[in-house]
């Protein structure tokens, strides 16, 4: 039997574990929904849809932990329609909504590109890009190729990624920056990667990696971003005691 913690101790104890103060984010970090004063049951996934919320009230959780939440920046903030759908079921079933985004990629440990690193025995040196969120390193393996990235990728995500640009390049330099961090491509270069890798691909991406010598490879949003909401489910477990579950919704994208 696990224990429980106060609502307010736990994402007070979570800001500071992924340094939310530190990072300018696109949506609010931390409690974005406030439900039940006392959490035992944390349901973690990957973005806070309707099919998670219906899970979590379903399973009887009394937090739902995310990577994806609500209230980003542009958007139109009055809450109807699918937004109202979504916050009224939090609200009825009382259930808490955490969310950390850059945080939880940026994490040195926990982070969406640590643990993408660690599953694929990628060896982190530096960092790049805006904030310092991207990633370059050894790719662990030496001679191989871009397209035996891809590979990697293909078996270790379950996805086959898309990859422009020249596959049969030797990577001794990795890039990374996991979700939609196409953006970075160009500053991956000139840290001097030998392939990038984020989830997302953008039309300039092509002629960037074409021209540049340097491939693209799109791995998925989603299956780039699974990785650091486990390690935090793990870590609510292991270090404060709580049943913690992980839910993956497929998401082709």
């Given at each position: 039997?696990?224990?429980?913690?106060?609502?307010?101790a736990?994402?007070?104890?979570?800001?500071?574990?992924?340094?939310?103060?530190?990072?300018?984010?696109?949506?609010?970090?931390?409690?974005?929904?406030?439900?039940r004063?006392?959490v035992?049951?944390?349901?973690?996934?990957?973005?806070?849809?309707?099919?998670?919320?219906?899970?979590?009230?379903?399973?009887?959780?009394?937090?739902?932990?995310?990577?994806?939440?609500?209230?980003?920046?542009g958007?139109?903030?009055?809450?109807?329609?699918?937004?109202?759908?979504?916050?009224?079921s939090?609200?009825?079933?009382?259930?808490?909504?955490?969310?950390?985004?850059?945080?939880?990629?940026?994490?040195?440990?926990?982070?969406?590109?640590?643990?993408?690193?660690?599953?694929?025995?990628?060896?982190?040196?530096?960092?790049?890009?805006?904030?310092?969120?991207?990633?370059?390193?050894?790719?662990?393996?030496?001679?191989?190729?871009?397209?035996?990235?891809?590979?990697?990728?293909?078996?270790?995500?379950?996805?086959?990624?898309?990859?422009?640009?020249?596959?049969?390049?030797?990577?001794?330099?990795?890039?990374?920056?996991?979700?939609?961090?196409?953006?970075?491509?160009?500053?991956?270069?000139?840290?001097?990667?030998?392939?990038?890798?984020?989830?997302?691909?953008?039309?300039?991406?092509?002629?960037?990696?074409?021209?540049?010598?340097?491939?693209?490879?799109?791995?998925?949003?989603?299956?780039?971003?699974?990785?650091?909401?486990?390690?935090?489910?793990?870590?609510?477990?292991?270090?404060?005691?709580?049943?913690?579950?992980?839910?993956?919704?497929?998401?082709?994208?």
């Amino acid at each position: 039997m696990r224990g429980n913690m106060r609502l307010d101790a736990l994402h007070r104890h979570l800001d500071g574990l992924l340094e939310v103060a530190r990072l300018r984010d696109y949506c609010p970090n931390g409690l974005q929904v406030e439900g039940r004063p006392d959490v035992r049951r944390v349901l973690c996934g990957v973005t806070a849809s309707q099919a998670l919320v219906d899970a979590a009230a379903a399973g009887g959780y009394d937090a739902l932990l995310v990577h994806h939440g609500y209230f980003w920046r542009g958007e139109d903030r009055r809450i109807t329609g699918i937004r109202r759908r979504r916050i009224g079921s939090l609200l009825k079933h009382d259930i808490s909504l955490l969310v950390y985004h850059l945080p939880l990629d940026a994490h040195p440990l926990l982070g969406n590109n640590a643990q993408l690193a660690r599953l694929m025995a990628w060896e982190g040196e530096g960092h790049f890009g805006d904030q310092d969120l991207g990633w370059i390193g050894s790719p662990g393996e030496t001679g191989i190729s871009a397209s035996g990235i891809a590979a990697e990728l293909a078996s270790k995500l379950g996805r086959e990624p898309l990859i422009v640009g020249d596959g049969a390049r030797t990577v001794a330099r990795v890039a990374w920056c996991s979700g939609g961090a196409q953006g970075l491509f160009e500053q991956a270069i000139a840290a001097g990667a030998d392939v990038y890798v984020s989830g997302e691909i953008s039309e300039p991406t092509t002629h960037l990696a074409r021209e540049s010598g340097v491939p693209y490879i799109a791995a998925g949003h989603h299956a780039t971003e699974r990785y650091g909401v486990q390690a935090l489910a793990r870590y609510l477990r292991d270090e404060l005691g709580l049943e913690a579950d992980f839910l993956d919704l497929p998401n082709p994208v």
